[in-house]
């Protein structure tokens, strides 16, 4: 192979500008002190770098928002260690006005003390952070967590905490809402009235709040009703309305010596009555006749969603009040019976054991086809009577129109051409091939084409269901003043079904327990109120202001322990602080040392090889200077 000189020129130069390039990089890289200085160098090293960085970074800022939660947390400790400070002087306070040594002075000497703590307290509930964000006013931070209104402080925070991310996936809430640390007193036990005969419960007392609160525990709101019954024959001053007491499920109640509250006859001139539940005092001035209602009373259905009862109505009302004072809230049953293959219902009362009122059976659905079942009794006529032969067919739950019968028919034949031609004007049975045939010991039989299909009676009239034997999913019952419609769309996959039927009166009146919870600067409000009250030589006044003393105190206690349980879980979560900085910590150790490995230059390393790329390169320029002047022209001189 031919070199040439210029050739011999070109590499050696090439060489050695190669070799200025890496000595020129090397330097770079100890002047810096990385690994590499440009991406192109590393990509790899360089995107875990940029990773690695990332990381730092978030831990940084975890690190700051422990820092900022700790300080926060620590001042609401410290709060909370000055409320419970000033919660405990003015329980004692409280204690002290007891003494029934001291005078109407006294106890006014403490209620002015006992305001400025109420001042000191709630300066300490409106307490702000560094930020001038109020820690109790839970995630409103920038609005005041209570505001003196009408005398009485009010809770304008939420319930919510402002939680704060500490650790990759941890979060502690770096406030404590009010509605959880303060506003958890129960007030004193009180009854709302409402309804359209809330005018008609003139007074009320509740004599044992205990007894009272029992009986709301197990039977829910009370409830007042007044409706008409068919008057009495015997008593020229009956008007038929009555009145009844019931709980939330419409029971009636038992007054206090025994007597059941339901349906108890009363007259204009003795409608003023005084009854007597457990812990309840009630005095009712009930509704003159010319003034009780007319409406008529209904029904509250509920239970099964897939329901069975379709339609009701009241066509008697005394007559359907009487039945369902007589009988109490009704039951709707439906269950498949396993003997008959086809769902059976029954109405029952609420005895118990329950009493069955009335009772029926829905056919077995056809799939296919259906049959009645029954072999009709020839001649059917229905020429000559008042009401022609309807029913209908359903497939799949759609119906037909209804099929008529206005002539009388002698055997089978006839009756199947007839069914046949009315087949054949309708657009579902035609499209569906619907046909009809009959046989002596079944009965009519309709088919088909589509063999999965379901194929049902639908409405039959009482002509086509005494003629022909036809019966439906659908019944119309009438009993105690009132028309229920009960249909069962099959077929079905459920076993059994369950419906309620409650009654609801024309006139009501629902008492319901309130206690709406308060927080201690009312509570010690209201006290400290109590104190200015004179009650030397005032028996009635001293029993209240008693009274009074032992709800505060337990306010006080309750309002005690929940501080306490606040400041627990404060200290709880400093303490989960301390654990996540020190998590924190050690993964930035670890993670500063995985950057340091892929970023940082090893200078010893670097060093000997800048000792040999220099050495490379004095070696490139010594070759060069020899060969340089050599040439064939030299050689041939």
């Given at each position: 192979m031919r070199i040439?000189?210029?050739?011999?020129?070109?590499?050696?130069?090439?060489?050695?500008?190669?070799?200025?390039?890496?000595?020129?990089?090397?330097?770079?890289?100890?002047a810096s002190g990385k690994n590499f200085t440009s991406l192109a160098e590393d990509p790899v090293g360089a995107n875990q770098v940029v990773s690695l960085k990332r990381e730092l970074s978030q831990i940084e800022m975890f690190q700051n928002n422990i820092d900022a939660t700790r300080r926060r947390l620590e001042l609401t400790d410290t709060t909370l260690g000055q409320y419970q400070n000033s919660l405990d002087r003015a329980r004692t306070l409280i204690l002290q006005s007891a003494n029934s040594t001291l005078t109407d002075v006294d106890r006014r000497s403490i209620s002015f003390e006992i305001a400025e703590i109420v001042k000191e307290m709630a300066g300490l509930m409106n307490t702000r952070d560094s930020k001038g964000e109020y820690l109790f006013s839970g995630s409103k931070g920038t609005d005041e967590a209570y505001t003196l209104e009408s005398g009485r402080y009010q809770f304008k925070g939420d319930s919510y905490n402002r939680e704060i991310q500490i650790a990759s996936g941890v979060y502690v809430a770096s406030t404590d809402s009010g509605a959880r640390v303060f506003e958890s007193l129960a007030t004193d036990t009180a009854i709302s009235v409402t309804g359209s005969l809330r005018t008609s419960i003139v007074d009320y007392k509740i004599t044992n709040p205990d007894l009272y609160k029992r009986l709301v525990q197990s039977e829910g709101d009370i409830q007042l009703q007044v409706f008409r019954v068919t008057p009495d024959a015997t008593d020229p001053l009956s008007t038929g309305l009555v009145y009844s007491i019931v709980d939330s499920a419409g029971a009636p109640l038992t007054d206090s010596v025994g007597n059941v509250l339901a349906g108890i006859p009363y007259t204009d001139t003795e409608r003023e009555v005084d009854v007597e539940l457990p812990g309840l005092a009630l005095t009712l001035s009930l509704p003159l006749d010319a003034d009780a209602s007319t409406s008529d009373a209904s029904l509250l259905i509920t239970g099964d969603p897939k329901s069975v009862l379709s339609n009701f109505s009241v066509n008697d009302s005394a007559l359907f009040s009487e039945f369902m004072l007589a009988n109490g809230n009704l039951g709707i049953n439906t269950s498949y019976d396993e003997l008959t293959g086809s769902y059976v219902w029954e109405m029952v009362n609420s005895e118990s054991p329950a009493s069955v009122l009335a009772s029926g059976s829905y056919p077995q659905p056809g799939i296919g086809e259906i049959t009645t079942g029954t072999p009709v009794v020839f001649p059917a006529r229905f020429a000559a009577l008042a009401e022609s032969g309807v029913f209908s067919l359903s497939i799949n739950g759609v119906e037909s129109s209804p099929i008529s019968l206005s002539a009388d028919y002698y055997d089978g034949p006839s009756l199947v051409v007839a069914l046949q031609s009315a087949i054949a004007l309708d657009p579902l049975l035609s499209s569906a091939g619907v046909t009809a045939s009959y046989d002596a010991v079944t009965g009519l039989r309709f088919t088909l084409v589509d063999k999965s299909a379901e194929l049902n009676f639908a409405l039959p009239n009482a002509q086509a269901s005494s003629q022909l034997g036809i019966t439906s999913n659908k019944f119309d019952l009438s009993i105690g003043g009132m028309e229920v419609d009960l249909r069962l769309e099959l077929p079905t996959t459920q076993q059994s079904y369950q419906e309620q039927l409650r009654y609801v009166a024309p006139e009501t009146a629902e008492l319901q327990l309130e206690q709406p919870p308060t927080n201690p600067l009312n509570a010690l409000l209201t006290i400290s109120e109590a104190l200015r009250v004179p009650m030397e030589g005032d028996t009635e006044a001293r029993e209240a202001f008693d009274a009074a003393v032992a709800l505060v105190l337990d306010q006080t206690l309750v309002a005690q322990s929940r501080v306490s349980e606040s400041s627990a879980s404060v200290g709880s979560r400093l303490n989960g602080l301390d654990s996540a900085q020190a998590s924190n910590t050690d993964f930035k150790l670890m993670t500063e040392g995985t950057l340091s490995a892929v970023e940082d230059l090893d200078y010893a390393a670097a060093?000997?090889?800048?000792?040999?790329?220099?050495?490379?390169?004095?070696?490139?320029?010594?070759s060069f200077a020899k060969i340089q002047g050599l040439s064939l022209f030299n050689y041939l001189n």
């Open positions: 040439s000189t210029a050739q011999l020129y070109t590499q050696a130069s090439a060489s050695m500008l190669e070799g200025q390039t890496k000595l020129a990089q090397t330097q770079a890289r100890l060093s000997t090889e800048l000792a040999k790329r220099q050495l490379a390169l004095q070696a490139a320029y010594s």
